[in-house]
C-alpha cells in the first residue's frame, strides 16, 4: 500500500506564491512519474505538470513559466513552486504517483486547496 500526503496549500493573493509538496510512503521500490493535477469547482481535473523518472518535465500552457515541478528521489517527494498567481489558479490541486512496489500502481493524494484572492 501506498499512501501520497500533500501539504503547502492555502490563500495567497493574486500575483504570490506557495509551494507545494507530496511525500510517498510504503512499500516503494520505485517512483516513475510524479503528477500534479487541479481541479477547480464545476470544472474538469487537469494535468498541471508532470515530471518523468528520468527528470523530463512538461507543463499545462496555462502554468508554464510560472510553475516549477520538482521531485526528489530520496525523499520519495514531488514539490511544485507556483509563483505570479492568478485568481485563476484557484482549485484543489492533487498529486498523482506512478509507483512500483510488488506491482506497478497509480497513486492520488487526498487533495490540497490553493486559493487565489485578487
Known amino acids: 500500500q501506498v499512501q501520497l500526503v500533500e501539504s503547502g496549500g492555502g490563500l495567497v493573493q493574486a500575483g504570490g506564491s506557495l509551494r507545494l509538496s507530496c511525500a510517498a510512503s510504503g512499500s516503494i521500490v520505485s517512483i516513475n512519474t510524479w503528477s500534479w493535477y487541479r481541479q477547480a469547482p464545476g470544472k474538469q481535473r487537469e494535468l498541471v505538470a508532470a515530471?518523468?523518472?528520468?527528470?523530463?518535465?512538461n507543463y499545462a500552457d496555462s502554468v508554464k513559466g510560472r510553475f516549477t515541478i520538482s521531485r526528489d528521489n530520496a525523499k520519495n517527494t514531488v514539490y511544485l513552486q507556483m509563483n505570479s498567481l492568478k485568481v485563476e489558479d484557484t482549485a484543489v490541486y492533487f498529486c498523482?504517483?506512478?509507483?512500483?512496489?510488488?506491482?506497478?500502481?497509480?497513486?492520488w493524494g487526498q487533495g490540497t486547496q490553493v486559493t487565489v484572492s485578487s
Open positions: 498523482h504517483a506512478i509507483v512500483e512496489t510488488t506491482y506497478v500502481g497509480s497513486w
Open positions: 515530471v518523468s523518472g528520468g527528470g523530463t518535465t
